[in-house]
């Protein structure tokens, strides 16, 4: 990556991040002038306020304002204050009055009195501090020092301008007796709120103005030097130029020749073992020696959706290093927190050009690609499959790391769907995400409101700690426990490619499990029709078995069927042939295949015993309707085609056509 580019990154990130904070803070402030309007106050609820003593008093006058103000909001802006109370007892009159701070500990001295140390709104709580004194208070009313005071019966309000200096609140009985019991009510305004609002607004836009041509100038450039950084074609590892991976048990594939599940296909063309083969090449998935496996017509079909991801396991984990990962990949999550806020501004301006253009930027489209792919390198090596100990790269291009995600350029997007996929359509999928994702969530009523409380770990987090369990104590990785958490993070990461806005197809509900992405997988090999043509049915209605016993074959070796007889004709299949006979010649012998490489620039031809039905490919790319879901039938890697009748067995150890073996 150019370090132009990265510096230019960086920078404007910072600079949408201080644009994005001031109109945050001009909306609040915005807002809150609006609420003051008419000579209004931001006030606090009322609440009950006691003590045995014979006054209550404040050592800050913030402790009764702050909570009537705007979150974040400063006291010291507040232009004026309102003090609204009553006493418990209708019978009493209650004082309010605000004084210097050294005035008011001059008239409590030693005095009983109840100090105000701290105020919480939400929930309502208040910590009183008790001044123990020996003497009565004088009159509160007829002191000279206070700068405002309201007495009275009932309801009395006091209101003050703001001026700078130590101030303090005292509350009293009009009497001067004791004990206190009233209920407060406290509010703040501020003629300041209109030109901070301004300065804000202009402020943040001109940060936000700065700061995405620069993020999108950055992405552009890194985005293009990912895509130039490219090995070949397709997505994940190119088929034909796969290094030897850390994460492969087996030199040439993510299996070992015979391992459960494995798929053995043959070497495709210009892979290890093939004529053209790059130096040092190996097969991008196994093909284990021996007779490849047999995928009749109709067999089962792997869905292909355009967003790719692969993982290979290492086999050779530490036990222990999966409990330090974490902070190894700090450097990685302070970049990555770069990125992903890049991230958001480059899909928010590429929604803008699929709408006016129908296409997504291309330079732009690779930078997003290219950190979702170092997003699922770092997850893979630290938090969501642990599957390597290699250290992740720095870079957004594609490299042998044993993680690797793509996602397919569409030539044309949607305009509409821009307008419902990202939040309308992808619910499902999201709700989905958020059960593998999300930790479990309870409800708790405390202090008078219920409290909401996160309880656990993710799904998702928890099979990744049952495999690093299992890891420390026994050395190995259960290869079903990591296939299932290459599927769960395949399926988030296509959700995730569809709600950028990367492709219009509906990501599938389908759990594709194992390191190979099917879109990565090459075509099983077909090992053909049966050896030589099909003699056909017996001539003429079936008559039954010969009578008395079984005679034994003929003496002598089977001579074929009488000359001119039906059975020496071909069967004729009915209707279209996916797989019609081959030309006369010699035909193939059992196991042998013809291969079609999983590259979508590679077609075998149709007709031919390992290709596919004609006109047809496999893969994404090769000229089907569409993918998966909206925007084309299902794409697959093994096209279900109708099944050819299957002919009944031919004893070929008969002396005739009439004479079956009972």
Known sequence: MKAGRIVMLVLGALCALVGLGLLAGAGVTGWANYQQRDGRYFVTPSEQ???DSFALTTPRLDLMTAG????????????????????????????IGIAPRADVAAYMAGVRHTEIVDVRFDPFRTIYREVDGFKPPADPARQSFWAATATGPGEQELTWNLRSGSWA????????????????????????????????????????????????????????????????????????????????????????????????????????GSSGAPPGAVAAYAAAPGTPYPVPPGGPSHYVYPARLNGYLDPNLSRWMWLVKWFLAIPHCIVLFFLWFAFGVVTLVAWFAILFTGRYPRSLFDFNVGVIRWNWRVAFYAFSAIGTDAYPPFTLARTSYPADFDVDYPDRLSRGLIFVKSWLLAIPHLLIIGVLTGTARSWEFRDGRWVQEGVGISLLGLLVFIAGVILLF???????????LLGLNRWIYRVIAYVSLMRDEYPPFHLDMGPVDPGDMPVPAYAGPPVGPYAGPPAGPYSGPPAGPYAGPPAGPYSGPPAGSAAAAPYP??????????????????????????????????GSPGGPPSGQTGGPAGGQAGFYGIGGPAAAVNAETPETPEAPEVPNNQGGQGDPKP
């Open 169 to 272: 609140v005292v509350v009293m009985n009009a009497d001067a007796s004791a004990p206190v019991a009233v209920n407060l009510q406290a509010g703040a305004r501020s003629d300041l709120l209109w030109p901070i609002f301004i300065g804000l607004l202009i402020g943040g836009l001109v940060m936000l103005l700065i700061g995405v041509p620069l993020i999108v100038l950055g992405a552009a450039g890194l985005g293009r030097a990912a895509r130039s950084g490219r090995g070949g074609p397709g997505s994940g590892v190119p088929p034909g130029n796969l290094p030897p991976q850390p994460g492969q048990p087996h030199p040439v594939g993510a299996y070992a020749p015979g391992a459960p599940g494995q798929l053995n296909s043959a070497v495709p063309p210009g892979a290890a």
């Open 573 to 606: 299949v009915p209707g279209p042939s996916p797989y019609p006979p081959a030309a006369p010649g010699p035909a193939p012998s059992q196991g042998q295949a013809t291969v079609r490489g999983p590259a979508p620039e590679r077609e075998a031809p149709g």
């Open 474 to 484: 026994t050395g190995q990785y259960w290869r079903g426990l990591f296939d299932l």
């Open 49 to 51: 306020f006691s003590g």
């Open 68 to 95: 009537g103000l705007p979150e974040g909001t400063p006291v010291d802006l507040a232009g004026s204050v309102l003090l609204r109370g009553s006493t418990n007892d209708p019978g009493k009159e209650i004082f």
